[in-house]
């Protein structure tokens, strides 16, 4: 048949997969990055994901707008990363410790607060049909990106931009790797890091946005299925480079759309188990990265993980 695409229907299904499962885990990173680099670790990354999913579902299906729920978001991410940042700013408080809890409270109010919106449906964001050129639709499907992944390539690439070569970059590199340096500098890392923080919160609050605002495209509970706490163990893997983010997300990504490529072409018997593609490699990550003439490489010095 002409729209019979054989084999190749597998690696094009995950290439395509790929590209969407990856944009909130790239989200999430870029955040944590920015968390991170400034000498915090953020474990509650995984509560404002599910926070900014509710609430940029909620406000998309209020006003009809899905780039209004995409704003709030982030904004209730920027929020939640605030309070996040401003405990951790009191002493003797474990960065850890609050991570867990501020995961916990964030899955905790979104699914308080989103009950309402688990029925409505609310306007999806846009997407850019880069598969035009072809007849076929699986492959129409396959490259139809969303306008958010085209969003956080260009984040990364400024993040990483701004982190060499800006005053403010350099400010979060000093005050991540030495807070004796940075106040040497007369810098106030306690605020920095607050700020850091929340900025990072508001990443992670529109990679929520796009999970129910396009893919999956609905608000529901276990909507998030792990990929905030994903997220940090890429931001490892990726050795704290905005750019690496962008490429182990799509590696992420890939692994997350193998299960559902296996099935688009009749495989019905173990594709089930390649849905657990994604916790495997992050399992994976996690040892290789463990060890002790790894694990640290390009750390910034004050993160916890380094203590």
């Not at 995409?70 to 410790?97: E, K, Q, T, Y």
Request: proline share 6%; net charge neutral; aromatic share 8%.
């Amino acid at each position: 048949m002409e729209n019979d695409l054989g084999l190749w229907a597998v690696p094009l299904a995950v290439i395509g997969g790929a590209i969407r499962v990856s944009t909130p885990i790239l989200f999430v990173s870029l955040g944590e990055t920015l968390t991170e680099r400034s000498g915090r670790i953020n474990l509650g990354l995984e509560g404002t994901l599910v926070l900014g999913a509710m609430t940029g579902y909620a406000t998309a299906v209020m006003t009809g707008s899905p780039w209004a729920g995409v704003l709030v978001a982030a904004l209730a991410g920027a929020m939640f990363g605030l309070v996040h940042g401003l405990i951790c700013s009191m002493s003797r408080v474990n960065d850890i410790a609050i991570g867990i809890a501020m995961m916990l409270l964030g899955s905790g109010l979104a699914f308080y607060f989103g009950k309402p919106f688990i029925q409505p449906a609310a306007p999806d964001l846009p997407a850019i049909p880069l598969g035009g050129w072809s007849s076929l639709p699986q492959v129409q499907a396959a490259l139809t990106v969303n306008v958010l992944f085209v969003i956080g390539i260009a984040a990364a690439l400024a993040l990483a931009w701004a982190l060499r070569s800006t005053r403010p970059g350099l400010i979060l590199r000093v005050v991540g790797d030495s807070t004796d340096a940075a106040r040497a500098m007369g810098l106030n890392p306690a605020l920095i890091r607050t700020a850091a923080t929340a900025l990072g919160g508001a990443f992670a609050g529109v990679g929520g946005a796009y999970l129910s605002l396009y893919y999956p495209g609905s608000w529901n509970e276990g909507i998030s299925s792990g990929q905030g706490l994903m997220a940090v163990a890429l931001v490892i893997f990726a050795r704290w480079s905005p750019v690496n983010c962008l490429w182990a997300a799509l590696l992420f990504g890939g692994a997350g759309a193998l299960g559902p490529a296996l099935q688009s072409v009749g495989v019905t018997q173990g594709y089930y188990l390649f849905y657990a593609a994604p916790y495997v490699l992050t399992l994976g990550v996690l040892i290789a990265t463990s060890s002790p003439s790894r694990a640290l490489s390009g750390a910034p010095g004050e993160l916890s993980i380094t203590k």
